[in-house]
């Protein structure tokens, strides 16, 4: 029975247990209909295929169903299929012909950063074959994952280039069903408007949260594995209110055509629903996990860590060499290991120069990041400008900074997601991992899963961060809502170079407690963590929360949402080694007292746990030193708007 199985891909296993794994599967296959059903390897997830005529020609869709509670509902009752190509179409009057033997795919691997080491992609996967009316083939791969579901296209023939006109896949959105979207922007930077229907018909970015009308399931609504032979794509509602279309970017972002170009044999991007509990998302590393495996083969020069940051105070601070040594001096008082030159560095003056400043930032035990404008938008004229531009221009560049001992870069400017610029971030991932150089991503597209693929990319921005402080006064009042949207929403689908934790204040205020901004550090997930806050913002805190931030780690070995709801709070628990580490945030106007339960702790073992709260008002801090154990339970007190961070180290 096994050897008549063939692998399909070698991060594949098929063995006995698997094939009992696979039983699962149920195909069901009558006269006038055809219909496969994937079941997750827990059965709690399944998606269904169906035929709209209800027979074996015509337009199929996809049913995702969950099973929590004892008891299974459909969660998104129809989501359409098909590509349209320049040369002929397939979503309309595609013939059934096979359904290929069910896999099981059973892979373990291993992350230097994000919210999870060691990580398991292990699904239920179908391939469902079909042809249009000209006899040209077209599959439909489904994988049921225990918290979510995938599936993307594939053209397996063997030859010919084509552009491809439309994608139509679309989700259809129970009215009354609650949502969090946020409105597409190039960069990513909007915010997320609460809703409880469609009211609002424009175009949406990803990811896009959904809790079903029963409120027993959420799912997020992403997109993974986008290669050169693809574009990044959104959401739109506009021609129909209820269903979220997939469209390509728009003709106004430029950057080659908004269309992709394909070449046969061809795999599209996945297609991602991650579903089940608020936790099942939080926690989920399902855009990781559906994505290319690593391309590196040495991933031990990558290192995690936090990084002082002048712009946030001092906008055109790296053109001041005093400033540069005074964050580089902060990041070695705080055991940091690195501190990022932003823009105009090409510029610095007042005492020294760039070579002046590595060399001092080197003597002091500190590793320098460095910016660059991708030269990709020809209206953003920021300098250093156009290094990354061309291979040449990048691998000299590249040469450069890994003799001067810079260790990553910080590349902004894309606002793009076209074809032509996912070939562009690709291009430079790929230069980059020759000169042992870290990347981190500005104005840029949200995650697809390149994190995987290319683990040296540490973060992208792709968000609206604390440096909004600095841009109006909108921030100040919608931060802490915002802050408390992000951790079910765009952190769930990679790193978040947010810029967090600020006790001072930047052009505009924050409103947020001391202890809300020292949560952050934990709250939001990121390979390389930039303390937006200036030296005395750090300097002046208590012991404790400065040793706190001197040791919070970048990279985690798990994560846990302990409690929350969009919009409103947020309590998230990751370790590191045996050590962990949990932030509580509050976006609402009163106080909130939170029991705060230690069952993710191993059994037999105490632990010392420093507890960093909201003190009486939202500058000052409450500190407790207690020790817990599994069993334990405290109470914890939010002011409005406030939070609390705290720590975990086991007692020997």
């Known amino acids: 029975m096994e050897k008549q199985i063939k692998f399909r891909n070698p991060v594949i296993q098929i063995n006995k247990k698997s094939l009992m794994t696979a039983l699962f599967l149920v195909l069901t296959l009558a006269t006038f209909s055809q219909q496969a059903t994937v079941q997750s390897p827990n059965n709690k997830v399944s998606v269904a295929l169906l035929c709209?005529?209800?027979?074996?020609?015509?337009?199929?869709?996809?049913?995702?169903?969950?099973?929590?509670?004892?008891?299974?509902?459909?969660?998104?009752?129809?989501?359409?299929?098909?590509?349209?190509?320049?040369?002929?179409?397939?979503?309309?009057?595609?013939?059934?012909?096979?359904?290929?033997?069910?896999?099981?795919?059973?892979?373990?691997?291993?992350?230097?950063?994000?919210?999870?080491?060691?990580?398991?992609?292990?699904?239920?996967?179908?391939?469902?074959?079909?042809?249009?009316?000209?006899?040209?083939?077209?599959?439909?791969?489904?994988?049921?994952?225990?918290?979510?579901?995938?599936?993307?296209?594939?053209?397996?023939?063997?030859?010919?280039?084509?552009?491809?006109?439309?994608?139509?896949?679309?989700?259809?959105?129970?009215?009354?069903?609650?949502?969090?979207?946020?409105?597409?922007?190039?960069?990513?930077?909007?915010?997320?408007?609460?809703?409880?229907?469609?009211?609002?018909?424009?175009?949406?970015?990803?990811?896009?949260?959904?809790?079903?009308?029963?409120?027993?399931?959420?799912y997020l609504i992403h997109e993974s594995d986008i290669h050169r032979s693809y574009s990044a794509t959104k959401l739109s509602n506009?021609?129909?209110?209820?269903?979220?279309?997939?469209?390509?970017p728009d003709a106004i972002e430029g950057a080659g055509s908004v269309l992709p170009t394909i070449s046969l044999p061809w795999k599209s991007p996945w297609r991602v629903i991650i579903l089940g509990s608020l936790a099942d998302i939080v926690e989920s590393t399902l855009v990781d996990d559906v994505s290319t495996p690593s391309t590196l083969t040495n991933s031990d020069w990558i290192k995690p860590g936090v990084a002082s940051w002048n712009y946030w105070s001092h906008n055109h601070g790296t053109k001041d060499f005093k400033v540069v040594c005074e964050f580089a001096d902060l990041a070695a008082e705080m055991e940091w290991p690195y501190t990022l030159l932003d823009w105009e560095w090409d510029q610095m003056g007042n005492g020294g120069n760039l070579e002046d400043?590595?060399?001092y930032i080197h003597s002091i035990g500190v590793k320098p990041l460095m910016w660059y404008n991708s030269g990709a938008s020809k209206w953003v004229p920021?300098?250093?400008?156009?290094?990354?531009?061309?291979?040449?221009?990048?691998?000299?560049?590249?040469?450069?900074?890994?003799?001067?001992?810079?260790?990553?870069?910080?590349?902004?400017?894309?606002l793009s997601g076209t074809q032509d610029m996912i070939k562009f971030y690709l291009d430079i991932l790929e230069d980059a991992a020759q000169y042992n150089i870290m990347v981190n991503f500005h104005g840029c597209i949200v995650p697809r899963g390149w994190q995987r693929t290319y683990p040296h990319l540490m973060s992208y921005e792709a968000v609206r961060g604390a440096e909004w402080y600095n841009n109006g006064p909108e921030f100040t009042t919608s931060a802490p809502i915002h802050n408390n949207t992000l951790p079910y929403t765009r952190n769930v689908v990679g790193s978040m170079d947010y810029t967090p934790v600020t006790f001072t204040n930047s052009q505009y205020p924050h409103i947020t407690s001391y202890g809300h901004e020292l949560a952050l550090s934990v709250v939001f997930e990121s390979g390389i963590r930039h303390m937006a806050d200036r030296p005395e913002g750090f300097y002046e805190l208590p012991d404790e929360p400065k040793t706190f931030l001197k040791e919070v780690p970048s990279a985690w070995d798990d994560t846990k949402l302990l409690d929350g709801y969009p919009g409103s709070f947020t309590v998230i628990a990751r370790r590191k080694g045996t050590d962990w580490y949990i932030g509580g945030i509050n976006a609402e106007t009163r106080e909130k007292n939170k029991k705060l339960t230690f069952g993710f702790l191993p059994e037999g073992t105490k632990y010392k746990l420093t507890l960093i709260a909201d003190g009486k008002h939202d500058k000052e801090f409450s500190i407790r030193h207690l020790v817990v154990d599994k069993n334990s339970e405290i109470e914890v007190k939010m002011l409005r708007r406030g939070g609390f961070a705290a720590s975990l180290k086991p007692i020997n």
């Open 357 to 359: 400043a590595l060399k």
């Open 238 to 248: 506009i021609d129909k209110a209820s269903s979220y279309k997939v469209e390509f």
């Open 52 to 218: 709209q005529q209800n027979r074996e020609i015509g337009n199929w869709f996809l049913q995702v169903y969950y099973c929590g509670e004892g008891k299974t509902s459909e969660v998104i009752s129809r989501i359409d299929l098909g590509i349209s190509r320049e040369d002929q179409d397939f979503s309309k009057e595609l013939k059934f012909l096979k359904v290929g033997k069910p896999l099981f795919i059973n892979e373990q691997y291993i992350m230097p950063h994000g919210k999870r080491s060691e990580c398991k992609n292990s699904a239920n996967e179908l391939v469902i074959c079909f042809e249009n009316p000209s006899k040209a083939k077209f599959n439909l791969i489904i994988r049921a994952y225990n918290d979510g579901v995938a599936f993307r296209y594939e053209f397996p023939e063997k030859e010919g280039k084509f552009m491809v006109k439309e994608e139509l896949t679309a989700y259809s959105i129970t009215d009354s069903t609650k949502r969090w979207l946020q409105k597409y922007d190039y960069g990513g930077e909007s915010l997320y408007d609460s809703m409880n229907d469609a009211g609002i018909q424009q175009n949406w970015g990803y990811p896009a949260l959904f809790n079903s009308n029963n409120n027993s399931c959420w």
């Open 382 to 414: 920021n300098t250093p400008r156009d290094r990354m531009l061309t291979h040449k221009s990048r691998v000299e560049e590249f040469a450069k900074l890994e003799k001067l001992g810079v260790a990553g870069v910080k590349v902004d400017f894309f």
